[in-house]
T-cell receptor, first 112, second 112 residues
Framework: EPEVTQTPSHQVTQMGQEVILRCVPISNHLYFYWYRQILGQKVEFLVSFYNNEISEKSEIFDDQFSVERPDGSNFTLKIRSTKLEDSAMYFC??????????FGSGTRLTVV | LAKTTQPISMDSYEGQEVNITCSHNNIATNDYITWYQQFPSQGPRFIIQGYKTKVTNEVASLFIPADRKSSTLSLPRVSLSDTAVYYCLVGDVGAAGNKLTFGGGTRVLVKP
């Protein structure tokens, strides 16, 4: 069964540092997403990406966040200057046209 | 997006059937009902989706009454490994981008 692959599984970073979370979506999928889940809270939408551009973003996705699909296979989420409150599980997801979402297993980001 | 209401938690025992009912009173004509499962520290996983009546797959059944204002996820003969959070989501599958809006879900604990 095709999978969405995320790396690293766990990232520890110091406050103020930049982090890049990486995702390899399912190859024939068209829509790409990032979600996050702070410990004990709901899964929250961050951003959706289609046709090489952001199609929608939430209030959480401020100027510190950016996404990129640099080479047609990877999909990355960059946080420029991490804050303590950015600590969360970050999930990448992809879907094809009228298909279901497939989520990755997540990257646990810990900002210290 | 239609708002959903589901119980916060449910306890069950191995071998029993678990039924989780979700209310979605303002479901729209184009909306489908989708259920996801999430294990700790993992991404949500698609379980089942339906529009009306009954849908069954190898994992679960989904019962949707004629007015579509609620739905019931049925997990037959649960095992310990079915302990997870189950989310009911309602939305237009075909809408481009189509972010998922997660509620708090139902935390199901299967006891031996």
């Amino acid at each position: 069964e095709p999978e969405v692959t995320q790396t690293p599984s766990h990232q520890v970073t110091q406050m103020g540092q930049e982090v890049i979370l990486r995702c390899v979506p399912i190859s024939n999928h068209l829509y790409f997403y990032w979600y996050r889940q702070i410990l004990g809270q709901k899964v929250e939408f961050l951003v959706s990406f289609y046709n090489n551009e952001i199609s929608e973003k939430s209030e959480i996705f401020d100027d510190q966040f950016s996404v990129e699909r640099p080479d047609g296979s990877n999909f990355t989420l960059k946080i420029r200057s991490t804050k303590l409150e950015d600590s969360a599980m970050y999930f990448c997801a992809s879907r094809g046209d009228r298909e279901d979402y497939t989520f990755g297993s997540g990257t646990r980001l810990t900002v210290v | 997006l239609a708002k959903t209401t589901q119980p916060i938690s449910m306890d069950s025992y191995e071998g029993q059937e678990v039924n989780i009912t979700c209310s979605h009173n303002n479901i729209a004509t184009n909306d489908y009902i989708t259920w996801y499962q999430q294990f700790p520290s993992q991404g949500p996983r698609f379980i089942i989706q339906g529009y009306k009546t009954k849908v069954t797959n190898e994992v679960a059944s989904l019962f949707i009454p004629a007015d579509r204002k609620s739905s019931t996820l049925s997990l037959p003969r649960v095992s310990l490994s079915d302990t997870a959070v189950y989310y009911c989501l309602v939305g237009d599958v075909g809408a481009a981008g189509n972010k998922l809006t997660f509620g708090g879900g139902t935390r199901v604990l299967v006891k031996p």
